[in-house]
């Protein structure tokens, strides 16, 4: 079972916001690999309230509705034949 990054104290992937590009696979795969990295190195600079602040942050509301919106609009569609 998956824990809580909040109750772990590390980051899991629902918590990062790392946006990478590369030309082929491996390209993004080592630009995400480095980002992660230095995400984390960075995370374990900061004072132990900012840390504890960045890793139990909120998903802003407009994201967790389109989430919802499409989830529902996927279950809705799956009866139509297109």
Not at 7 to 24: F, H, K, M, N, Y
Not at 39 to 60: H, K, Q, S
Not at 64 to 82: E, I, K, Q, T
């Amino acid at each position: 079972m998956r824990k809580d990054a909040r109750a772990s104290g590390r980051p899991s992937a629902s918590t990062l916001d790392i946006v990478v590009q590369g030309e082929s696979f491996g390209d993004v795969h080592r630009a995400l690999r480095e980002a992660v990295t230095t995400y984390v190195e960075d995370g374990d600079a900061l004072p132990a309230a900012d840390c504890a602040r960045l890793l139990a942050r909120r998903v802003p509301w407009l994201v967790r509705f389109g989430f919802a919106a499409r989830l529902v609009w996927s279950l809705v569609g799956r009866g139509r034949d297109d």
